[in-house]
């Protein structure tokens, strides 16, 4: 199956910093998606992406399907950031499912 | 409009005991799927139903089942619970399945 590589696990930083992350993935995708999950648990859809550009405030994200990869940016860090990011894909056809990544630990210090 | 509802938030079960979780998937979403997430596994897709039908299953003995009725609200059902049965349980809703997906805030399972 399609493998989902995340970079770095674990990033730490002060406030107002940016910060980028990385998402590899082997083979074609037909969607991609962005999460964060907060301390109690809650995925939150940051953004759907298969390819393109999106911005939404501090946030953006960048697909490059044809080279496999995504990119998140977080801009002017804030503490209310900390927590896990993830990465999600869909290869399409019948499979029904995302595959995650393990995750990109975020601890933004005051 | 509402989100993905989860039911119920926590649980604490016995080995050897069953349990039920529910979902209820964003209005007009017809998808529902269940990820298990646990700290050494990390998210694991357990199963995905559409208009009552299990299109697609994950890699999990038979011990965890799942349904879906005809409103789109999903269960899912762990038999003879074991300890490493203790996780986040996440359900999903899409309205096709292939994509534009939207968590619920998760059942936390602790097996004791």
């Known amino acids: 199956g399609i493998q989902v590589e995340q970079s770095p696990p674990d990033l730490i930083l002060q406030e107002g910093a940016n910060s980028t992350l990385r998402c590899n993935f082997s083979?074609?995708?037909?969607?991609l998606q962005w999460f964060h999950q907060n301390p109690w648990g809650q995925l939150i859809n940051l953004f759907y992406?298969?390819?393109g550009t999106k911005q939404n405030g501090r946030l953006s994200a960048t697909t490059v399907a044809t080279e496999r990869y995504s990119l998140l940016y977080i801009s002017s860090s804030q503490t209310t950031d900390s927590g896990v990011y993830f990465c999600?894909?869909?290869?399409?056809?019948?499979?029904?499912?995302?595959?995650f990544g393990k995750g990109t630990l975020l601890t933004v210090n005051p | 409009k509402a989100g993905v509802t989860q039911t119920p938030r926590y649980l604490i079960k016995t080995r050897g005991q069953q349990v039920t979780l529910s979902c209820s998937p964003i209005?007009?979403?017809?998808?529902v799927s269940w990820y298990q997430q646990t700290p050494g596994q990390g998210l694991q897709f357990l199963f995905e139903?559409?208009?009552?039908?299990?299109?697609n299953k994950g890699n999990f003995p038979g011990r965890f089942s799942g349904r879906q009725f005809s409103n789109s609200r999903s269960e899912m059902n762990v038999s003879t619970l074991e300890l490493g049965d203790s996780a986040l349980y996440l359900c999903?809703?899409?309205?096709?399945?292939?994509?534009?997906?939207?968590f619920g805030s998760g059942t936390r399972l602790t097996v004791v």
């Open positions: 139903y559409f208009s009552e039908t299990q299109r």
């Open positions: 209005s007009g979403h017809r998808s």
């Open positions: 999600a894909v869909y290869s399409g056809g019948s499979n029904y499912k995302l595959t």
């Open positions: 999903a809703s899409s309205s096709t399945g292939q994509g534009g997906y939207t």
């Open positions: 083979d074609s995708v037909n969607n």
């Open positions: 992406i298969p390819s």
